[in-house]
């Protein structure tokens, strides 16, 4: 009776996937509702499905810059975002909104902050802010970047969070304090030492900084450099237990640099210092303070008094075809604007610095074990991958899916990878290869593999982390449509948009030397 229930369930897919997808080249199936595709290993022409349950994307359009806030009256995260339209019209970029307990599980709040209603309103279109509560006088305060042809802060006040009043009376001009007309934005708010607010906003390759009282009336109190000639972008400054830390977007239009980072200190002021020599002052995390690859972008954080999480966005990507949205990255082509919100949880080492792992809540949300069956192999035995092109084939996954999976390797040069979108007529698959840069280090490739694959792309480049030492990786994938994660020990956070994941084969791979895979489980929910 399974069977004939998996047989019905992927005719089902196939069906519906055929319609829009008839075009590829290596699409082998048809409509057969007797076939098991289930038992197949050919490459499937796999679509999103609608709604993205976990990595949260709205029902029309696409999340920009997330904004989350911690709600202590309802025991809530908010998530504020720019929504973003395929056509966005002369005023874009309104504040949208969804609310969750647990990062993986959300409900919309709908539209928060409208734009201006005309192209002369100083908030035509929205950019990035932030949201604070004052017990002082029971509202909520939204900081927003307001976006003609230049760019002011400015500000709502809500009783609720539901209905917002924007106070059309101040308005914060970076030219008043000699700040550039066309790049003063994201303001982000918090409290420090002093028990002062402290406003701090992205300017011309400097951190403009303001202080008040009583959020109503704020003073300029000076400005602190940018990494060298970048322009950084969202910033978000909180206490972590000994620790401050500034998170923020790299905007340096490069492959290797347009990644969300963090620099720490142990006191407000000595974190504005580590930016007057950045070379000197990175976190001794071993990656200058890099979080993720450059598919997550615009992170900001919140923290419900025991956790924080980051929220940012995964880039929607464009192309005739998967293979074509595939390798459409960083060098490749510069990523769309907007995308899917992307959740993590901050992790603090002894140490202080900060890696991102997985959110518990979507942890727990993956809960069904699915059928993890061998389809195809080379240079396999036992658990054991011995020599290059050596690789274990599994069988299809679903639209959203928890891989996870222990690597042992056998000495410390030895590499490996994990295939995504692969099948026995593939001569394009995509692959996260663990590579050692050294002895000691590693880094995430990734690549488009097969008899047509172009190899390593570039744009979308890892970073640097330490090897492990017992040369054990336990891993975690999540996916969710498109939209993928990889953790390794909690020392390592790979975000992707790789399409065609659903409904296709994966594999363990190896290049040479041997490794030993065990425990390999798949989750759905």
């Avoid at 059309?168 to 708010?189: C, E, H, I, K, M």
């Avoid at 340096?252 to 580590?274: I, N």
Wanted: contains cysteine; aromatic residues 16%.
């Amino acid at each position: 009776m399974m069977k004939k229930l998996m047989n019905i369930f992927y005719a089902g897919l196939m069906v519906c996937g055929m319609s829009a997808n008839t075009a590829c080249s290596e699409e082998k199936f048809g409509p057969d509702p007797d076939k098991d595709w289930a038992g197949t290993t050919e490459f499937f022409n796999s679509v999103d499905v609608a709604g993205f349950q976990t990595y949260y994307n709205p029902a029309v359009g696409r999340c920009g810059d997330p904004m989350p806030f911690y709600d202590e009256k309802n025991q809530e995260f908010k998530v504020l975002y720019l929504q973003e339209y395929d056509n966005n019209g002369p005023c874009y970029h309104p504040f949208w909104g969804v609310s969750t307990k647990d990062g993986a599980n959300y409900q919309s709040l709908g539209e928060v902050i409208p734009t201006g209603k005309s192209i002369y309103d100083a908030d035509a279109a929205l950019g990035t802010g932030c949201a604070v509560y004052n017990d002082a006088d029971g509202l909520y305060y939204i900081y927003y970047t307001g976006h003609t042809s230049k760019e002011v802060v400015l500000r709502a006040t809500s009783p609720d969070f539901v209905n917002w009043t924007k106070d059309y009376a101040w308005v914060l001009n970076g030219t008043d304090y000699g700040y550039a007309a066309s790049d003063f934005r994201d303001p982000q708010v918090f409290k420090a030492e002093d028990g002062l607010w402290h406003m701090v906003i992205s300017s011309n390759l400097k951190f403009a900084e303001f202080k008040s009282a009583d959020l109503k009336s704020w003073e300029h109190v000076g400005n602190f450099p940018m990494v060298w000639d970048r322009m950084c972008e969202c910033p978000d400054i909180f206490k972590m237990g000994d620790y401050w830390y500034m998170v923020y977007s790299e905007g340096f239009r490069a492959a290797w640099s347009r990644k969300v980072k963090y620099m720490m200190a142990t006191s407000f002021e000595g974190l504005k210092a580590c930016f007057y020599d950045p070379g000197a002052n990175w976190p001794k995390d071993g990656h200058e303070g890099v979080l993720d690859s450059r598919a997550f972008y615009a992170g900001k954080t919140a923290s419900n008094g025991q956790d924080r999480y980051i929220w940012g966005w995964c880039p929607f990507r464009t192309g005739a075809s998967i293979h074509d949205k595939n390798i459409n990255v960083g060098a490749e082509g510069e990523p769309n604007w907007s995308g899917a919100l992307v959740c993590h949880k901050i992790i603090q080492h002894p140490d202080g610095t900060l890696t991102l792992g997985a959110v518990p809540g979507i942890t727990a949300k993956y809960d069904k074990p699915q059928q993890v069956t061998e389809v195809a192999s080379q240079g396999y035995s036992n658990g054991t991958l011995s020599g290059d092109g050596a690789y274990v084939m599994f069988n299809r996954l679903g639209d959203s899916n928890h891989i996870s999976f222990k690597v042992t390797t056998s000495n410390n040069w030895d590499k490996f990878g994990v295939s995504l979108v692969r099948g026995s007529n593939s001569t394009k698959y995509y692959t996260m290869v663990v590579n050692p840069e050294t002895e000691n280090n590693r880094k995430i490739n990734f690549e488009q593999e097969g008899s047509e694959g172009k190899g390593f792309i570039e744009g979308i480049d890892g970073y640097w982390f330490n090897r492990p030492a017992d040369n054990v990786y336990n891993i975690d994938i999540y996916t969710d449509n498109s939209v993928m994660v990889m953790y390794i020990n909690d020392n390592v956070c790979y975000t992707n948009r790789i399409y065609g994941i659903q409904k296709n084969c994966w594999s363990i791979n190896n290049y040479g030397g041997s490794i030993t895979v065990s425990d390999v489980k798949v989750l759905s929910y």
